[in-house]
């Protein structure tokens, strides 16, 4: 489930944190837009407001990751993203092009039995609390441009468990 501004700035309100106008515009930009960095955020800040303090940002994006609305992700292992917590959160990273698509669709969702996993952790004493899985490939368009940089065996099946 998606989380909404209102939920979010509600949430927030409960637990007696403060609301700021730099809060609510980071709160505005998650809810609008997916795989930001920490520049692009800032960049998208100074398009509103004169002087942003990079420490109110920092610490916002802080606040949202312990309370579990934002995710940081680095699909390359450098660059870090930043997306609202959906539970579960699926991406796809193209290892060519670097092509992120973030899977949304309940069917595909359930597909991956992610109770299986919930089952894992329950029996090793963890209490499961959101899932955060990446999937690495090579997308259509790169497949198609005959590209030899495949790191997977080619003949990886299901089977070969």
Known sequence: M???????????????????????????????KQHLTLSEIVDLLEQEFK??????????IDLLISEHVVFTNSFDGKQIWYDLAENPSFHMVCDICKNVVHIKDSK????????NLKEVMTNTNWKPVHFKI????????????????????????????
Not at 2 to 31: D, F, G, H, P
Not at 51 to 60: E, F, K
Not at 108 to 115: N, P, T
């Open 51 to 60: 002087n942003v303090n990079l420490m109110s940002v920092y610490n916002t």
């Open 108 to 115: 595909i969702l359930q597909e991956i039995k992610l109770d």
């Open 134 to 161: 990446e999937g690495h490939g090579i997308c259509d368009q790169c497949h198609n441009k005959k590209n030899e940089h495949f790191h997977f065996d080619e003949n990886f099946n299901d089977d070969n468990e």
């Open 2 to 32: 998606a989380l909404s501004y209102e939920s979010i700035v509600q949430l927030l309100k409960s637990k007696n944190y403060r609301i700021t106008e730099i809060r609510l515009a980071v709160i505005k930009i998650l809810t609008e």
